[in-house]
């Protein structure tokens, strides 16, 4: 299917639909919508393009996908953050698990069934994943897992979690990575209150917890691999359909009758017109069948600097409104202070720039 008789289709179908999400404010609300918006589109069709028929996809280039998510976001019909988490998985899914467990398990995440949740960070581990101390020992036919994750996005929803853990010596060839269930005896999820006032992250103990033999992704000892090969999804579609989002944000900001300042509200544009074109590039090689890999480095320096602009600016060009209110303004604002913290910082993304792309050395 070409790309604008995908967009138009797309379109005609939630014009005649009323699948927003209004007054889903708090983060049951929105995970809720999520579920319903996904398993419409699903039911539907729209939600399997640019998948594999071997998850139940139907095929067509991956830049479907990405139309997808700009259409949902445009329209504010889910949060883009928790929407786009299958543009992080499923590839992850359909690349290192066993097929028919890809085959079971990714209709469930794409039809809104289920929500997924990702193990990586620890508490003593920061930025320097290849120090996880999270344990698995081979146990008869399985294995079991001990330790404990943190900043784990919507654990308290997830049915399952893409985990890693050691199993072997130190460094990065010890680290294997797994599909869990979350309702396994002896996990324990703790939600973490952000001061953006919302429990979108949780803490995860994993006490002698019991994982199959085939729920190991990749071989053994393939965990470093599958997450850098993950990293780059998080930079991809995703950024596109946040990119979508942030757009809407200045179209209401320009709505509210904020103070007129040409010269910030035209760098706020120009930020997001940038980051953009970026994505563009990144879409671009995607739908060419290329491999993403440190250049999306880039594409999270320019999109964090866009965010925290625009909202420095809606603060700016508002007053009051957040500082003094309790509007989704206050909140989304809050929210944006961690786009240069989560999924890598902006001192390892330049490092990330500085080394591997511009060979400027470790120092």
Known sequence: MRVADFRAGLRSWLDERDLSGEGAHDLDAQVAQLARVRRALWDAGWMRYGWPAEVGGLGGPEVLRAVLGEEVAARDLAEPGIWSMVEVLVPTLIDYAPPALAAELVPR?????????????????????????????????GWVVSGQKVWTSLAQYAARCVLLARTGGPGHAGISAFLVDMDSPGITVRPLRTMHGVDEFAEVFLDGVRVPAGRLLGAEGDGWRLATDLLPHERSTCFWHRIAHLHNRLDRLLAAGCEPDADALGAVWLGLHTARCRSAATQRRLADGGRLGPETSVDKILLATAEQRLYDTARDLLPGVIELGESPWRTEYLYSRAATIYGGTAEIQRNIVARRLLDLGKE
């Open 109 to 141: 995440l794409l039809g809104g069934a289920e929500q997924w949740c990702q193990g990586f960070s620890e508490p003593g581990s920061g930025s320097d994943l290849a120090s996880l101390s999270t344990r698995a020992v081979r146990d008869g036919d």
